[in-house]
T-cell receptor, first 113, second 113 residues
Framework: SAVISQKPSRDICQRGTSLTIQCQVD?????MFWYRQQPGQSLTLIAT?????????ESGFVIDKFPISRPNLTFSTLTVSNMSPEDSSIYLC??????????FGPGTRLTVL | AQSVTQLGSHVSVSEGALVLLRCNYS??????LFWYVQYPNQGLQLLLK??????LVKGINGFEAEFKKSETSFHLTKPSAHMSDAAEYFC???????????FGAGTRLAVHP
């Protein structure tokens, strides 16, 4: 399976600021995704990061709040904009292989004060 | 529409005892089913997956799961619990060809001496 890394691993931010999270994969993958895991909750898909085109967002998530870039087949970024304490979560990227199996990165733990 | 129900948000077993974590799914098409484990302060690790091959699936760390179409279930078992199995376990469904992975609410497994 692909090896996935994320930066930063954790951060503490002030409300009103923005944070960009990076996801790097050690091999080229077609499908990359961004998930959010709120404290004590399960995972919710934010968006599918499409290479060469705009990301596809799930209901309840918008591009202005969570802009995503996917410049190539091994890298993606998720920005959490104009943060509030409600954005405190773990943000995880994942990739899907040819067997429809998703593998996850280690996550970025975000605390917004 | 797809959905996943995990019965029991918390399960506690003694070391050496049987582990049984329950997962029921709903899907209008033949599903792909997954179990992931999340250790404290880590990302998600794939335990095992069912993708329409053998109904009894063996995974890592001695875990296995059986797909039962008649019961729409995919329960996770391990014959003998180890202290290192203490973690959060998530069941997920993805109907083949569909990108979105739907997660259950998770079951926190505690193992006591």
């Amino acid at each position: 399976s692909a090896v996935i890394s994320q930066k930063p691993s954790r951060d503490i931010c002030q409300r009103g600021t923005s944070l960009t999270i990076q996801c790097q994969v050690d091999s080229q993958v077609t499908m990359m995704f961004w998930y959010r895991q709120q404290p004590g909750q399960s995972l919710t898909l934010i968006a599918t990061a499409n290479q060469g085109s705009e990301a596809t967002y799930e209901s309840g998530f918008v591009i202005d709040k969570f802009p995503i870039s996917r410049p190539n087949l091994t890298f993606s970024t998720l920005t959490v904009s104009n943060m509030s304490p409600e954005d405190s979560s773990i943000y995880l990227c994942s990739v899907k292989d040819s067997t429809d199996t998703q593998y996850f990165g280690p996550g970025t733990r975000l605390t917004v004060l | 529409a797809q959905s996943v129900t995990q019965l029991g948000s918390h399960v506690s077993v003694s070391e050496g005892a049987l582990v049984l974590l329950r997962c029921n799914y709903s899907s209008s098409v033949p599903p792909y089913l997954f179990w992931y484990v999340q250790y404290p302060n880590q990302g998600l690790q794939l335990l095992l997956k069912y993708t329409s091959a053998a109904t009894l699936v063996k995974g890592i760390n001695g875990f296995e799961a059986e797909f039962k179409k008649s019961e729409t279930s995919f329960h996770l078992t391990k014959p003998s619990a180890h202290m290192s199995d203490a973690a959060e376990y998530f069941c997920a469904v993805n109907s083949g060809g569909y990108n979105k992975l739907i997660f259950g609410a998770g079951t926190r497994l505690a193992v006591h001496p």
